[in-house]
Nanobody
Framework: VQLVESGGGLAQPGGSLRLSCTASVNAFSNYFMAWYRQAPGKQREFVAGIRSNGRTTYAVPVKGRFTISRDNAKNTVYLQMNSLEPEDTAVYTC?????????WGQGTQVTVSS
């Protein structure tokens, strides 16, 4: 499975960005998809996930500000990030899992700074 992220960049505090992750895989709709992030000097952490049935989960620091969604027709998962804070600065990486199989994208940099 190849995962390709896009949409990262520089945003001001309070601003928004939308990340996209497109998967080259059959039966994309069956996969659990998620976003993780890793800030400088910190361990990678879970941000948000979406199951095949559309059920979503969020990490506490982003709940109410970030929204994960998926378009199965486009094999793509999105992360809409609003009310960005400097603490959201990190490399954001897409994750796909089905059964015992999992795959990671290369990551996209998100920097929140004035």
């Amino acid at each position: 499975v190849q995962l390709v992220e896009s949409g990262g960049g520089l945003a001001q505090p309070g601003g928004s960005l939308r990340l996209s992750c497109t998967a080259s895989v059959n039966a994309f709709s069956n996969y659990f998809m998620a976003w993780y992030r890793q800030a400088p000097g910190k361990q990678r952490e879970f941000v948000a996930g979406i199951r095949s049935n559309g059920r979503t989960t969020y990490a506490v620091p982003v709940k109410g500000r970030f929204t994960i969604s998926r378009d199965n027709a486009k094999n793509t998962v999105y992360l809409q990030m609003n009310s960005l804070e400097p603490e959201d600065t990190a490399v954001y990486t897409c994750y796909a899992a089905l059964g015992s199989f999992s795959s990671w994208g290369q990551g996209t940099q998100v920097t929140v700074s004035s």
